[in-house]
C-alpha cells in the first residue's frame, strides 16, 4: 500500500513539472468540438448520402447549388464584432474543374460558425476579381491584406477596410537563397505575421520563407522542405499547409489528398526542428459531428484555415466536397463548400505547453 501512494505521488509530482502528462497521447484531431446546429440538420438539400442530414447554414455555400462552388475560406474577426470570411468561388455548371476561373469573393456572418452571406467579388475591377488559394491576415499597421496564389503569382490586396475597396499592392518576391528557387512557387501559400514582427510563408511545397521587409518580401528561403524525412508523415501528395502560432509554438496542418489524411507539426522557431505530432484530421472519422451526435463524412476536406481568438484556434475552416473531384460534373446534385468546425484551442495550447516543457527536459 505505501508503495503505490508514493508511486501515485510521484506520477502527481511528474505531472505538475510538466515531466508527463497524459495529453501527449492526443493528437489535434481529439481537440475539434461538435458543431452547434445553426439552422436545422436537413436532407433537402444538395450532397450525396454520406454528408446528409447537414446544416446549410454551418459555413459558406450556394444552398441551392444552382450558381457557385466555394472553395478557400479564411475568417478575420472584424471590429464590428462580425466574422469577414475570403474565399474563392467559380460557376458551378463547369463541375470541380472549374476552380482554374475562381473568383476571390468576401463573405460576412454574425456567428462564427455561419451562416456567411457572400458579399460579392472583392476586386471586381482587377482581373474580373480573378483569385484562387485565397486567405487573409491583419498587417502591423491594421490594414487588411488578402493574398492570392496558384492562379495569380502571389498576388496581395489590401484595405483599411475589411468591406473594401481592395488596392493590389503588388505580387510577393523571393529569394531562393542558394536554395531550390522552385521550391519558392506560390502555390498553396498560407501567410502569417510572426510575434516578432517579421512575415512567414509555407507553400505547397513544403519550405519555409521568411521576410524582414514587409509582406511583399523579399521572403528569403530558409532551407529545403521540412517535410523531408519527417517520420511518420508521407512522402508525397502533401498539400494546402496553414501555418500559426499559439501556445508557444509554430503549427502546420498540411493535407495529403491522396491518402485524406492531414497531419500536425511543431516548431518553437517556426523555421527548423520540426516534429510530426501525429493526426490532424480525417474525414473518414467522426470527427466532423454535430452536437446531437449526427455525423457527416465529406469525400475531401482540404485547404484548412484557423480562427485565432484571443492567441487560441477557435475553429477551422475547411474546403469540402462531398464526392470525388472527378465526380462533381457540374449541374448535378453535388458541389463544394466552406464548412466551419469549432476547436477547443485553450486546452490544446495547454497541453502543447505541457509536452513542450516536458520534451525540453527531457533534452537536457
Given at each position: 500500500?505505501n508503495?503505490?501512494?508514493?508511486?501515485?505521488?510521484?506520477?502527481?509530482?511528474?505531472?505538475?513539472?510538466?515531466?508527463?502528462?497524459?495529453?501527449?497521447?492526443k493528437a489535434?484531431?481529439?481537440?475539434?468540438?461538435?458543431?452547434?446546429?445553426?439552422?436545422?440538420?436537413?436532407?433537402?438539400?444538395?450532397?450525396?448520402?454520406?454528408v446528409?442530414?447537414?446544416?446549410?447554414?454551418?459555413?459558406?455555400?450556394?444552398?441551392?447549388?444552382?450558381?457557385?462552388?466555394?472553395?478557400?475560406?479564411?475568417?478575420?474577426?472584424g471590429?464590428?464584432?462580425?466574422?469577414?470570411?475570403?474565399?474563392?468561388?467559380w460557376?458551378?455548371?463547369?463541375?470541380?474543374?472549374?476552380w482554374?476561373?475562381?473568383?476571390?469573393?468576401?463573405?460576412?456572418?454574425?456567428?462564427?460558425?455561419?451562416?456567411?452571406?457572400?458579399?460579392?467579388?472583392?476586386?471586381p475591377?482587377?482581373?474580373?476579381?480573378?483569385g484562387?488559394?485565397?486567405t487573409?491576415?491583419?498587417?502591423?499597421?491594421?490594414?487588411?491584406?488578402?493574398?492570392?496564389?496558384?492562379?495569380?503569382?502571389?498576388?496581395?490586396?489590401?484595405?483599411?477596410?475589411?468591406?473594401?475597396?481592395?488596392?493590389?499592392?503588388?505580387?510577393?518576391?523571393?529569394?531562393a537563397?542558394?536554395?531550390?528557387?522552385?521550391?519558392?512557387?506560390?502555390?498553396?501559400?498560407?501567410?502569417?505575421?510572426?510575434?516578432?514582427g517579421?512575415?512567414e510563408?509555407?507553400?505547397?511545397?513544403?519550405?519555409?520563407?521568411?521576410?524582414?521587409?514587409?509582406?511583399?518580401?523579399?521572403?528569403?528561403?530558409?532551407?529545403?522542405?521540412?517535410?523531408?524525412?519527417?517520420?511518420?508523415?508521407?512522402?508525397?501528395?502533401?498539400?494546402?499547409?496553414?501555418?500559426?502560432?499559439?501556445?508557444?509554438?509554430?503549427?502546420?496542418?498540411?493535407?495529403?489528398?491522396?491518402?485524406?489524411?492531414a497531419?500536425?507539426?511543431?516548431?518553437?522557431?517556426?523555421?527548423?526542428?520540426?516534429?510530426?505530432?501525429g493526426?490532424?484530421?480525417?474525414?473518414?472519422?467522426?470527427?466532423?459531428?454535430?452536437?446531437?451526435?449526427?455525423?457527416?463524412?465529406?469525400?475531401?476536406?482540404?485547404?484548412?484555415?484557423?480562427?485565432?481568438?484571443k492567441?487560441?484556434?477557435?475553429?477551422?475552416?475547411?474546403?469540402?466536397?462531398?464526392?470525388p473531384?472527378?465526380?462533381?460534373?457540374g449541374?448535378?446534385?453535388?458541389?463544394?463548400?466552406?464548412?466551419?468546425?469549432?476547436f477547443?484551442?485553450v486546452?490544446?495550447?495547454?497541453?502543447?505547453?505541457?509536452?513542450?516543457?516536458?520534451?525540453?527536459?527531457?533534452a537536457?
Amino acid at each position: 500500500m505505501n508503495s503505490t501512494k508514493t508511486l501515485i505521488k510521484v506520477f502527481a509530482m511528474m505531472s505538475a513539472l510538466g515531466v508527463w502528462a497524459p495529453a501527449a497521447d492526443k493528437a489535434l484531431i481529439d481537440y475539434f468540438l461538435p458543431m452547434p446546429i445553426r439552422g436545422g440538420l436537413t436532407k433537402d438539400v444538395w450532397g450525396a448520402d454520406n454528408v446528409l442530414p447537414r446544416d446549410p447554414r454551418n459555413g459558406l455555400e450556394d444552398t441551392t447549388i444552382k450558381q457557385w462552388c466555394y472553395w478557400d475560406g479564411q475568417i478575420i474577426v472584424g471590429p464590428d464584432g462580425k466574422y469577414h470570411m475570403f474565399a474563392s468561388r467559380w460557376d458551378q455548371s463547369r463541375g470541380h474543374s472549374g476552380w482554374g476561373g475562381s473568383l476571390a469573393v468576401h463573405a460576412v456572418s454574425d456567428n462564427i460558425i455561419g451562416p456567411y452571406i457572400d458579399k460579392g467579388l472583392a476586386w471586381p475591377d482587377n482581373q474580373g476579381g480573378k483569385g484562387h488559394n485565397v486567405t487573409a491576415l491583419v498587417l502591423p499597421d491594421k490594414r487588411y491584406a488578402v493574398v492570392v496564389s496558384e492562379t495569380r503569382p502571389g498576388d496581395v490586396f489590401v484595405s483599411k477596410s475589411l468591406d473594401g475597396p481592395w488596392e493590389q499592392l503588388g505580387s510577393i518576391k523571393v529569394d531562393a537563397n542558394g536554395f531550390n528557387a522552385r521550391d519558392g512557387r506560390m502555390s498553396n501559400v498560407s501567410v502569417m505575421l510572426r510575434p516578432d514582427g517579421k512575415f512567414e510563408i509555407v507553400p505547397r511545397s513544403g519550405v519555409i520563407m521568411i521576410s524582414d521587409q514587409g509582406i511583399l518580401g523579399p521572403y528569403q528561403l530558409q532551407g529545403g522542405s521540412i517535410y523531408a524525412g519527417l517520420p511518420g508523415l508521407p512522402t508525397r501528395n502533401l498539400e494546402d499547409p496553414v501555418i500559426w502560432y499559439s501556445g508557444g509554438l509554430y503549427h502546420i496542418v498540411v493535407n495529403c489528398w491522396s491518402e485524406r489524411k492531414a497531419f500536425h507539426l511543431t516548431s518553437p522557431d517556426g523555421i527548423g526542428n520540426w516534429k510530426n505530432r501525429g493526426l490532424a484530421y480525417d474525414p473518414t472519422t467522426n470527427f466532423v459531428r454535430y452536437k446531437d451526435g449526427t455525423i457527416n463524412h465529406w469525400e475531401k476536406m482540404e485547404r484548412p484555415g484557423v480562427v485565432l481568438v484571443k492567441g487560441h484556434v477557435a475553429a477551422f475552416t475547411f474546403a469540402v466536397i462531398d464526392v470525388p473531384k472527378d465526380k462533381e460534373l457540374g449541374n448535378d446534385n453535388h458541389g463544394s463548400k466552406v464548412i466551419v468546425v469549432p476547436f477547443d484551442g485553450v486546452a490544446f495550447d495547454r497541453d502543447m505547453r505541457k509536452i513542450a516543457k516536458a520534451e525540453k527536459q527531457k533534452a537536457k
